[in-house]
């Protein structure tokens, strides 16, 4: 491979992609945790983490960013609960 830039994009499950509707014509790599997406374009180079790792079924991924962190525990992940502000977090 060349020095050249690899655009990659990041799923849980590769046939999010397809549902999220992205354009394949500007992604190389598809990097996910369940490669789930067998019909893929050609063009796309998948990973498959959980392959790649030798991890199996047994791990627990919890998002903490938006849109997911509304889903979560609030007294768990309650920021400003924390002492933790978007003002402390800035350089």
């Not at 655009?7 to 789930?36: G, P, V």
Request: net charge positive; with cysteine; charged share 30%.
């Amino acid at each position: 491979m060349g020095k050249g830039k690899i655009r990659i994009e990041f799923e849980f499950k590769s046939s999010n992609f397809k549902k999220q509707k992205h354009n394949h014509r500007k992604c190389d790599w598809i990097l996910c945790w369940e490669h789930d997406w067998f019909y893929h374009p050609n063009s796309l180079q998948i990973v498959e983490l959980r392959q790649e790792l030798g991890l199996g079924f047994n791990i627990w991924i919890q998002p903490a960013a938006s849109p997911y962190k509304e889903s979560l525990d609030e007294d768990k992940w309650d920021y400003h609960r924390h002492g933790k502000t978007q003002s402390s977090n800035t350089a």
